[in-house]
């Protein structure tokens, strides 16, 4: 515990995504990647007692999508009757976290190479530990970096 009485986090691992440049760090103490990625475009990582997941990826954005479309399918498709209790919409990024079901989520949104790449990830964990893992989004959020290709020039 660091002076403040919040869980410091010593161990992480980074997931390094060569196909679309982007990476993460993670916990290692708190995530874990029990099944091999079965695709290239990212991973998902359960919480050791397997009540919170950690999902990352990117991919093309084939459909030509807006920023803002994009926000508006996430809020129809997955977050229905979600009480939203931050939602910033920039240029190129948007954040949606709240709560629904008695699971709070977070998700960062990156569109990069002029929105022909789409960036996430997301981390959705029991209302009951969002002490906790409230400060594991924060912590993973400085340890993000979109992608932008394999060379970084958006390829």
């Known amino acids: 515990m660091s002076a403040y009485g919040q869980p410091r986090?010593?161990?992480?691992?980074?997931?390094?995504?060569?196909r679309h440049g982007f990476s993460i760090g993670y916990?290692?103490?708190?995530?874990?990647?029990?099944?091999?990625?079965?695709t290239d475009e990212g991973g998902i990582f359960f919480s050791k007692d397997g009540k919170a997941k950690l999902?990352?990826?990117?991919?093309?954005?084939?459909g030509g999508n807006s920023l803002a479309d994009y926000r508006e399918f996430l809020l129809t498709e997955h977050?229905?009757?979600?009480?939203?209790?931050?939602a910033p919409l920039r240029k190129r990024?948007?954040?949606?976290?709240?709560?629904?079901?008695?699971?709070?989520?977070?998700?960062?949104?990156?569109?990069t190479c002029g929105g022909k790449l789409i960036n996430s990830w997301?981390?959705?964990?029991?209302?009951?530990?969002?002490?906790?893992?409230?400060?594991?989004?924060?912590?993973?959020?400085?340890k993000y970096t979109p992608g932008e290709g394999?060379?970084?020039?958006?390829?």
């Open 150 to 155: 394999q060379t970084g020039t958006c390829d």
């Open 9 to 18: 986090f010593k161990n992480w691992d980074t997931l390094k995504n060569q």
């Open 55 to 62: 999902l990352v990826g990117a991919f093309a954005n084939e």
């Open 27 to 38: 916990p290692n103490d708190v995530f874990e990647q029990k099944l091999p990625p079965t």
């Open 79 to 86: 977050y229905a009757g979600a009480i939203i209790d931050y």
């Open 122 to 142: 997301a981390m959705l964990y029991p209302v009951a530990e969002r002490k906790m893992y409230d400060r594991v989004v924060e912590a993973v959020a400085r």
């Open 93 to 111: 990024w948007f954040v949606l976290s709240g709560m629904r079901n008695g699971e709070m989520f977070y998700e960062r949104v990156s569109f």
